[in-house]
């Protein structure tokens, strides 16, 4: 896959290479947030939702305005074995004030520490506790939505499977940003040589980590790879953003089509020339019309009464 110009120029810069069990200490111990200064414009407090297992949110409330409002319950990236929800930080202070809504980020379980189904039984925990708390949080409760970068993205698609089947909390869109969705890798896009930031050796490491003696099955729960998910009707409305120069490329538009054709009102965005996390790239045009994308849909998802 041809990379764009910029973001070629840029890649040398980024210190990932491979993940694996020996580099994975390496990788962690890097800082992943972005680093710029937050605003005095969002007030952020954390909350311990659960005790054991101990799981934690945090929560971006806009300076200023007062509830209801609509909420975008976040899950970060890292191919589900490293990452932070500090990672949202910059998000959040940006789009707090601008669509005028909670922002809230979970701290989830990582892999190969914690299996399936340790992250995503995370990840409902910190929504339940969401949902149940709407009023001292300010949210309205009929406008939340989820959403996920990468590893995040896969979560967010089997949060929303999850809610729709448990029937407890009514989701309002899923977000989903280059999701990690299949654990066969049987796509062209998978199987390619010379990817960059996240190569098909990472994407089988953060496979094998995350699902254990489970990988390479035929018995994946949908929880655990959306992909695998044979019915996926009475889902929100759904945004799939990903870079043409992505592995998940191609999982991330099949899925999209299998949303479309299930009936829920689905927009797809592929970027060409885009690798996996091209928004690390921020300065470059390429970057800014992925990011644009996603704002405009987000914000109309947000919106009252959209």
Known sequence: MELDAEVAALIADVPIGTFDAESLPVIRSLSLAAPVELSGAVVRQDHVVQ?????????????????????????HGGGYVIGSYDMDDPRFDAW??????VGVSVEYRLAPETRYPGAIEDCYAGLAW??????????????????????GGGLA???????????EI?????????PMLDDRQQTPSSQLDGLEIWNRHSNTFGWQSYLGDLYGSDDVPVYAAPARATDLSGLPPALVCVGGADGFRDEDIIYAMRLNQAGVPTELHVFPGAPHGVMMFTETAIARRY??????????????GS
């Open 51 to 75: 005790a054991a297992p101990e799981v934690r949110v945090r929560v971006h409330r806009p300076v200023g305005l007062d509830g209801p409002l609509p909420c975008l319950y976040s899950i």
């Open 96 to 101: 707090c004030p601008k669509f005028g809504c």
């Open 130 to 151: 969401v949902h149940d708390h709407h009023e001292e949080l300010g949210i309205d409760p009929d406008r939340i939505g989820v959403g996920g970068v990468s590893a």
């Open 157 to 167: 698609a089997a949060l929303a499977l999850m809610a729709r089947d448990r029937g």
């Open 170 to 178: 009514p989701l309002r869109f899923q977000l989903l940003d280059c």
């Open 291 to 304: 990011n644009a994308a996603i704002e405009d849909w987000v914000g109309r998802q947000l919106a009252t």
